[in-house]
């Protein structure tokens, strides 16, 4: 591991985002366009205390699912080896603070590049000021995502959970599980949460090239960043932010659940800077009834999938 971006996987392995399965459930079709016959493996760690809940999951999608289990093994790591909890716990402190050092500047950069937004003057002086604004916050983004990047290769330097005798056994466990399903399914929930167990086992090495179906919190675990948004949260105009260095499945996406209703997306202004400080990943739209696919390295979006352009506006997404 390194503080630069993770190393690619497979490009060529089957990953579907889907838009939030609550209201309106697409995860048996995406099953079924898999091509997907055999037993499917949950991961509902993002659930937290509801974990265990998958009889629903498992009604929907009409064929057997093993559930991982990924937060109650860590919990049960954690209670048997104080240790490692600690070290954890320390890391997640860390973490925290470097969140609200950056969310302090983040403010500031991210005001500025607002008012360039919202002035009219000569488009000769203004458009790089605009761009200027931009770059700006963008380099704060990524120097956020370095130190994040950072603190866990700290982390697996001095403690190399990999090589502790219990999550040795566990990650055991979990491969010879894996070995006998079809396919991966990630649920939403705690993102925070999600990408934790799934980097402290190790997963998507331990799922090989497992076609992967993951939706809400499970769609933003795989890609590069992730990034926490709400236009308009309760305590009032939110500022999106990068809170997590992601498990890198793909960089040239950044999926966005329930963009619908945490964006303004009919604001041009908060579109088109949201659009350029992520680019040149494509922030994609998933809400409900939307799926996305890659095959073969190219994605493949249905449903109606929009997502945020440079100019302000949602278009709907092609090939």
């Known amino acids: 591991m390194s503080t630069r971006a993770p190393h690619p996987h497979n490009p060529n392995r089957p990953l579907v985002l889907l838009g939030p399965q609550r209201l309106e459930p697409t995860l048996a079709d995406a099953f079924d ?35 991982l289990l990924l937060h109650a093994r860590g919990e049960a790591l954690f209670a048997a080896d104080p240790d490692l909890a600690q070290a954890y716990r320390q890391r997640q402190l860390t973490l925290i603070e470097l969140q609200r050092l950056y969310r302090l500047r983040l403010h500031h950069t991210l005001a500025g590049a607002k008012a360039m937004f919202g002035l009219n003057a000569d488009p000769k002086l203004l458009l790089p000021e605009r761009k200027a604004a931009i770059t700006a916050v963008r380099r704060l983004d990524n120097r956020h995502l370095r130190s994040l990047r950072k603190v866990h290769l700290q982390f697996e330097n001095d403690h190399r959970p990999f090589s502790n005798r219990a999550v040795a056994a566990q990650r055991e466990e979990l491969a010879t599980l894996l070995a006998g399903c079809s396919a991966l399914a990630i649920a939403g929930g705690h993102v925070a949460t999600l990408l934790n167990r799934l980097r402290l086992f190790g997963l998507l090495d331990l799922a090989a090239d497992l076609p992967i179906v993951a939706w809400s919190a499970g769609a933003m675990a795989l890609a590069e960043r992730v990034v926490l948004f709400h236009d308009h949260p309760p305590q009032g105009a939110g500022d999106a932010e990068v809170l997590e260095a992601g498990l890198g499945l793909f960089s040239d996406l950044l999926p966005l659940p329930h963009a619908r209703y945490r964006l303004r997306l009919d604001d041009p202004q908060r579109v088109a800077i949201f659009a350029r400080r992520f680019a040149p990943a494509r922030c994609v739209a998933l809400d409900s009834g939307n799926r996305i696919e890659r095959r073969g390295g190219t994605w493949q979006p249905h449903g109606g999938i929009q997502k945020l352009t440079s100019r302000g506006r949602v278009r709907k997404m092609k090939p």
């Open 33 to 67: 366009r898999l091509e997907i016959e055999g037993t499917i493996a949950a991961v509902t760690a993002g659930w937290q205390e509801r974990e265990a809940e998958v009889e629903e999951m498992r009604e929907h999608v009409d064929r057997p699912v093993v559930n």
